[in-house]
């Protein structure tokens, strides 16, 4: 190892993000354009490395159409030239595909009516709910746009049929994998957006996912074309011979207990009867093997899913003791790690990417054999995720579909065959951990779905900019001498992408830098609530599409292929670490009135990777600097924790916003009540005037049965305290908003406020009862003049002036009324002349109205008693009359 030419690591993590070829993509790109360029243009068929005489002639078939004149005599080229030219014509830069699809609404969901709405084929509309519903949208909780247009490579509606959206977004990968180059797909959304719909497809007719249509075409396809399977695939690109074991399918442990459990748990029949009947022209001169396997993602670990469950049935479990009836099993399974793929799998690649070492993959001869394998990988699924989460996938789900193509006349030279990769990964739901209010063991799952598609989003991130950096280097090297610049050094500052921090993304890092098409299918529901997650998940599809892959065939083996690194001797064993418990009680046998007839507790043992496997990696792996390494590792250390604190920001940020906008609504709604009683009170106050008005009258003889309806002091005192109340709050709140209002209030220099539409009301009621125009400056004459018995009358409050009251006046006015009120003899007080020198003759007023305030105040304190008393005495000595009948006598008079 230490002869070989050794980059370090750091070098070849700086080429990470270099793509093959780096002019800006277009906008979007040719997807179609690359589909249908093969059928025409068929890939770089592995030409032969030793032609020999004992090949077998090639059966001309319909679909490639080879001149006979030519077949024979022109000398295939070589497969070097072949392999350049298939690189020249392939590795053109194209964008990640970026899919949406809209989840219909189902029958039980609220019609309410949804936030996103599409505006073309490519692009759609999302507009948060809460400014269309919420009357002060300033106060949003939202971090996130109130409105946005994003666009995708197409917009499926939500009347998509399965067979539509598969044509459209997944037969072309279907295509380029039976035409040798791998391609990978993946569905992004919130939970219950439709993502497994989407994979694996409903049960009813017509609805089959993406994932069973893939196996139907795949062997549609190839029927007649099966190979020996002699070889089967080994890490990403290489082969082996085969095992004989490959092709028996995993079985249901023999344990009856435990195939009880699958039993009991195993509801979602897949539709036999959904087969897609399409078929893609193939290269009938090769004959191909296909394999599957079937992994998951779960707590930043990696499982199989068809590798045998195994269970130990009656072990102790701590706890109640099992009732009669009731089974204890134990369900094990162990972590896999993830391995640098070997640089002579693929001498060409300027990266290699990771495969997980120790998945079971099984040789397959037809779909229906391959949906079984997938329907039991899904019922290991559910049976392992069900422990945690009934409802909802919390892995990370790949079907990985290889297929080893190789040429009829080369069919036992390993080294002409090509393995070609197709993953369908259905991830699991993207909502944060806030919304889930998840606490515990959950907490830790939720925090390791985020982690791990947060990490798929910063590598995204990182490809872009690399990505960026290199095309403006170009850009430059092609302006001319004086603004050049060296790609490689552009190349050593790239930033690292950082793969390794997630599970999911390490062992998806093929597709980003390899030679793969990739797929994304963006599912939104958009009658959910999470309008937040989903504009994240938008943003998400918005940054993928930003980023190119380079697709191009994968490699031809020319290399014999190497042991796998299992076999490899001399490996010290050791221990497997504890792993991770977890306990659940399942109930079998309901019968059919759903009686629990027994019930089983599942524990599952989820060992961790044995540091056997872990060290295992240095094997691959190019030598490295350790302080290098170290560095390395700290800066991606510091990334992820900057990530991390990020997130926790965005979160406080969004709880502070929620916070500050429940405590101004509380605000708003006290205010709104403070208001309503302080409106009331206006309308009380101004009826009382009235009637105070109306009872002045009567007092001076203008009506002949006077009325006393005013309150009593002490109502009076309170609606005064009421108002003060409100005037308090007033300036508390305003307190806050301006300061220079504050000032205002207190100091008492607001300007007067303009009458309120009740006093304008008011005003005119009173001026239509009195029969006079509202010629405010005039009224006190007119009562004069009528009270011509009267030597010396008093100016009575005019309407107007009433409309004009500030708060203090307001008061001073009630003062006088109270006071003249009170006097049941009532007189006039003198005019300002005579107020000095009260006549003699004329009966003294018991106060003035040129006295203070606080004076008067504390008199009327003072007679409250003898006033109410007066009062009493009047209104039973004359027949009460209503308040109405009171005004229609005013008005006649
Ligand atoms: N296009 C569709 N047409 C009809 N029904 C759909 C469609 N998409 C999803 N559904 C239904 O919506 C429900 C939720 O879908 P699904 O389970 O696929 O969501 P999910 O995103 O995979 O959720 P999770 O992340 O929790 O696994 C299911 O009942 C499914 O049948």
Same mark, same amino acid.
């Given at each position: 190892?230490?002869?070989?030419?050794?980059?370090?690591?750091?070098?070849?993590?700086?080429?990470?993000?270099?793509?093959?070829?780096?002019?800006?993509?277009?906008?979007?790109?040719?997807?179609?354009?690359?589909?249908?360029?093969?059928?025409?243009?068929?890939?770089?068929?592995?030409?032969?490395?030793?032609?020999?005489?004992?090949?077998?002639?090639?059966?001309?078939?319909?679909?490639?159409?080879?001149?006979?004149?030519?077949?024979?005599?022109?000398?295939?080229?070589?497969?070097?030239?072949?392999?350049?030219?298939?690189?020249?014509?392939?590795?053109?830069?194209?964008?990640?595909?970026?899919?949406?699809?809209?989840?219909?609404?189902?029958?039980?969901?609220?019609?309410?009516?949804?936030?996103?709405?599409?505006?073309?084929?490519?692009?759609?509309?999302?507009?948060?709910?809460?400014?269309?519903?919420?009357?002060?949208?300033?106060?949003?909780?939202?971090?996130?746009?109130?409105?946005?247009?994003?666009?995708?490579?197409?917009?499926?509606?939500?009347?998509?049929?399965?067979?539509?959206?598969?044509?459209?977004?997944?037969?072309?990968?279907?295509?380029?994998?039976?035409?040798?180059?791998?391609?990978?797909?993946?569905?992004?959304?919130?939970?219950?957006?439709?993502?497994?719909?989407?994979?694996?497809?409903?049960?009813?007719?017509?609805?089959?996912?993406?994932?069973?249509?893939?196996?139907?075409?795949?062997?549609?396809?190839?029927?007649?074309?099966?190979?020996?399977?002699?070889?089967?695939?080994?890490?990403?690109?290489?082969?082996?011979?085969?095992?004989?074991?490959?092709?028996?399918?995993?079985?249901?442990?023999?344990?009856?207990?435990?195939?009880?459990?699958?039993?009991?748990?195993?509801?979602?029949?897949?539709?036999?009867?959904?087969?897609?009947?399409?078929?893609?022209?193939?290269?009938?001169?090769?004959?191909?093997?296909?394999?599957?396997?079937?992994?998951?993602?779960?707590?930043?670990?990696?499982?199989?899913?068809?590798?045998?469950?195994?269970?130990?049935?009656?072990?102790?479990?701590?706890?109640?003791?099992?009732?009669?009836?009731?089974?204890?099993?134990?369900?094990?399974?162990?972590?896999?790690?993830?391995?640098?793929?070997?640089?002579?799998?693929?001498?060409?690649?300027?990266?290699?990417?990771?495969?997980?070492?120790?998945?079971?993959?099984?040789?397959?001869?037809?779909?229906?054999?391959?949906?079984?394998?997938?329907?039991?990988?899904?019922?290991?699924?559910?049976?392992?995720?069900?422990?945690?989460?009934? /409802?909802?996938?919390?892995?990370?789900?790949?079907?990985?579909?290889?297929?080893?193509?190789?040429?009829?006349?080369?069919?036992?030279?390993?080294?002409?065959?090509?393995?070609?990769?197709?993953?369908?990964?259905?991830?699991?739901?993207?909502?944060?951990?806030?919304?889930?209010?998840?606490?515990?063991?959950?907490?830790?799952?939720?925090?390791?779905?985020?982690?791990?598609?947060?990490?798929?989003?910063?590598?995204?991130?990182?490809?872009?900019?690399?990505?960026?950096?290199?095309?403006?280097?170009?850009?430059?090297?092609?302006?001319?001498?004086?603004?050049?610049?060296?790609?490689?050094?552009?190349?050593?500052?790239?930033?690292?992408?950082?793969?390794?921090?997630?599970?999911?993304?390490?062992?998806?890092?093929?597709?980003?830098?390899?030679?793969?098409?990739?797929?994304?299918?963006?599912?939104?529901?958009?009658?959910?609530?999470?309008?937040?997650?989903?504009?994240?998940?938008?943003?998400?599809?918005?940054?993928?599409?930003?980023?190119?892959?380079?697709?191009?065939?994968?490699?031809?083996?020319?290399?014999?292929?190497?042991?796998?690194?299992?076999?490899?001797?001399?490996?010290?064993?050791?221990?497997?670490?504890?792993?991770?418990?977890?306990?659940?009680?399942?109930?079998?046998?309901?019968?059919?009135?759903?009686?629990?007839?027994?019930?089983?507790?599942?524990?599952?043992? /989820?060992?961790?990777?044995?540091?056997?496997?872990?060290?295992?990696?240095?094997?691959?792996?190019?030598?490295?600097?350790?302080?290098?390494?170290?560095?390395?590792?700290?800066?991606?250390?510091?990334?992820?924790?900057?990530?991390?604190? /990020?997130?926790?920001?965005?979160?406080?940020?969004?709880?502070?916003?929620?916070?500050?906008?429940?405590?101004?609504?509380?605000?708003?709604?006290?205010?709104?009540?403070?208001?309503?009683?302080?409106?009331?009170?206006?309308?009380?106050?101004?009826?009382?005037?009235?009637?105070?008005?109306?009872?002045?009258?009567?007092?001076?003889?203008?009506?002949?049965?006077?009325?006393?309806?005013?309150?009593?002091?002490?109502?009076?005192?309170?609606?005064?305290?009421?108002?003060?109340?409100?005037?308090?709050?007033?300036?508390?709140?305003?307190?806050?908003?301006?300061?220079?209002?504050?000032?205002?209030?207190?100091?008492?220099?607001?300007?007067?406020?303009?009458?309120?539409?009740?006093?304008?009301?008011?005003?005119?009621?009173?001026?239509?009862?009195?029969?006079?125009?509202?010629?405010?400056?005039?009224?006190?004459?007119?009562?004069?003049?009528?009270?011509?018995?009267?030597?010396?009358?008093?100016?009575?409050?005019?309407?107007?002036?009433?409309?004009?009251?500030?708060?203090?006046?307001?008061?001073?006015? /009630?003062?006088?009324?109270?006071?003249?009120?009170?006097?049941?003899?009532?007189?006039?007080?003198?005019?300002?002349?005579?107020?000095?020198?009260?006549?003699?003759?004329?009966?003294?007023?018991?106060?003035?109205?040129?006295?203070?305030?606080?004076?008067?105040?504390?008199?009327?304190?003072?007679?409250?008693?003898?006033?109410?008393?007066?009062?009493?005495?009047?209104?039973?000595?004359?027949?009460?009359?209503?308040?109405?009948?009171?005004?229609?006598?005013?008005?006649?008079?």
């Amino acid at each position: 190892m230490a002869s070989k030419p050794a980059p370090t690591r750091a070098s070849s993590r700086a080429r990470i993000a270099a793509p093959a070829k780096t002019a800006p993509a277009p906008a979007r790109t040719t997807r179609t354009r690359a589909a249908s360029k093969q059928p025409e243009d068929p890939p770089a068929a592995p030409a032969p490395k030793k032609p020999t005489t004992s090949r077998k002639p090639l059966e001309k078939r319909d679909n490639i159409d080879v001149p006979a004149a030519v077949k024979p005599k022109v000398k295939p080229p070589s497969a070097r030239a072949l392999k350049q030219a298939v690189l020249q014509s392939d590795r053109e830069a194209e964008p990640i595909m970026a899919y949406l699809r809209i989840r219909p609404r189902l029958g039980e969901e609220p019609s309410s009516s949804p936030y996103l709405i599409p505006i073309s084929d490519t692009a759609v509309k999302m507009a948060d709910p809460q400014d269309t519903q919420n009357a002060r949208p300033q106060y949003r909780a939202s971090v996130a746009q109130p409105s946005s247009i994003y666009t995708f490579s197409h917009i499926f509606p939500p009347n998509t049929s399965q067979q539509d959206f598969f044509t459209k977004t997944t037969l072309p990968l279907v295509k380029d994998v039976l035409y040798g180059q791998s391609a990978l797909l993946f569905t992004y959304g919130v939970t219950n957006s439709g993502k497994t719909y989407t994979v694996q497809g409903g049960t009813e007719k017509g609805t089959a996912g993406i994932l069973p249509r893939t196996l139907d075409v795949v062997f549609n396809s190839i029927e007649g074309l099966h190979g020996d399977g002699k070889y089967r695939p080994v890490r990403l690109y290489g082969v082996e011979p085969s095992d004989p074991s490959d092709s028996t399918p995993p079985q249901l442990s023999a344990e009856p207990d435990l195939a009880e459990v699958f039993q009991s748990l195993d509801q979602g029949a897949e539709p036999e009867f959904d087969i897609d009947p399409t078929a893609i022209p193939v290269d009938r001169n090769h004959e191909y093997t296909v394999w599957i396997s079937y992994a998951e993602v779960y707590n930043e670990k990696v499982y199989d899913l068809l590798a045998d469950a195994k269970g130990e049935s009656d072990i102790h479990i701590d706890g109640p003791a099992p009732r009669a009836g009731n089974k204890s099993l134990l369900l094990s399974r162990k972590a896999l790690t993830l391995r640098p793929s070997p640089a002579t799998d693929n001498p060409d690649a300027e990266i290699n990417g990771k495969y997980i070492s120790g998945l079971r993959q099984f040789r397959i001869h037809s779909a229906a054999q391959a949906k079984a394998l997938v329907k039991l990988g899904n019922l290991h699924r559910r049976v392992f995720g069900t422990l945690a989460n009934r /409802e909802s996938s919390r892995s990370h789900g790949m079907v990985i579909i290889k297929i080893i193509r190789g040429h009829r006349g080369d069919r036992n030279d390993p080294t002409a065959l090509q393995v070609s990769r197709l993953t369908l990964v259905d991830l699991a739901g993207s909502e944060r951990t806030k919304h889930t209010h998840t606490t515990g063991d959950r907490l830790k799952e939720a925090g390791n779905i985020n982690k791990s598609l947060m990490v798929l989003g910063q590598c995204m991130e990182v490809l872009r900019s690399n990505q960026r950096k290199l095309a403006m280097s170009l850009a430059h090297e092609g302006a001319g001498k004086s603004g050049r610049m060296d790609t490689r050094d552009v190349k050593r500052t790239l930033a690292v992408v950082p793969f390794r921090h997630s599970k999911l993304t390490e062992s998806l890092m093929d597709y980003f830098v390899g030679d793969s098409r990739a797929v994304m299918i963006v599912n939104i529901n958009p009658y959910d609530t999470g309008y937040d997650e989903n504009s994240h998940v938008m943003k998400f599809a918005s940054l993928a599409r930003e980023i190119t892959v380079t697709p191009a065939a994968a490699p031809v083996q020319k290399a014999p292929p190497i042991p796998a690194p299992s076999f490899l001797p001399g490996k010290l064993k050791v221990a497997p670490n504890p792993g991770y418990r977890r306990k659940v009680t399942i109930s079998m046998g309901g019968g059919e009135r759903g009686r629990v007839v027994s019930q089983t507790t599942l524990e599952v043992l /989820e060992e961790d990777e044995t540091r056997e496997d872990q060290n295992s990696d240095d094997e691959d792996d190019e030598p490295e600097n350790p302080l290098v390494d170290a560095l390395f590792d700290e800066i991606e250390n510091l990334r992820y924790q900057l990530f991390e604190a /990020e997130m926790r920001a965005a979160i406080i940020e969004a709880e502070t916003r929620e916070e500050v906008m429940l405590e101004m609504e509380e605000r708003m709604r006290l205010m709104e009540q403070k208001h309503s009683r302080r409106l009331m009170s206006e309308m009380e106050r101004n009826e009382m005037k009235t009637d105070a008005k109306i009872d002045m009258l009567h007092q001076g003889g203008l009506f002949a049965s006077p009325m006393k309806t005013r309150p009593t002091y002490a109502e009076s005192y309170e609606s005064e305290d009421e108002e003060e109340d409100v005037e308090m709050s007033l300036v508390e709140c305003a307190s806050e908003e301006s300061d220079s209002d504050d000032e205002m209030n207190i100091s008492g220099t607001m300007p007067p406020r303009s009458p309120s539409p009740l006093a304008r009301k008011e005003k005119m009621l009173s001026e239509k009862q009195l029969g006079k125009k509202p010629a405010a400056p005039s009224t006190p004459k007119m009562i004069i003049e009528k009270r011509t018995f009267i030597p010396d009358p008093s100016p009575l409050p005019s309407d107007g002036e009433d409309a004009e009251l500030t708060e203090e006046d307001d008061d001073d006015d /009630e003062y006088n009324e109270e006071e003249s009120e009170e006097e049941d003899d009532w007189v006039p007080p003198p005019p300002p002349s005579a107020k000095k020198t009260p006549r003699k003759s004329e009966p003294k007023p018991p106060t003035s109205t040129a006295k203070g305030s606080s004076a008067v105040k504390q008199r009327k304190i003072s007679k409250a008693g003898a006033g109410a008393a007066d009062r009493s005495e009047s209104v039973s000595a004359s027949t009460p009359m209503p308040q109405k009948k009171l005004r229609k006598s005013a008005k006649s008079a």
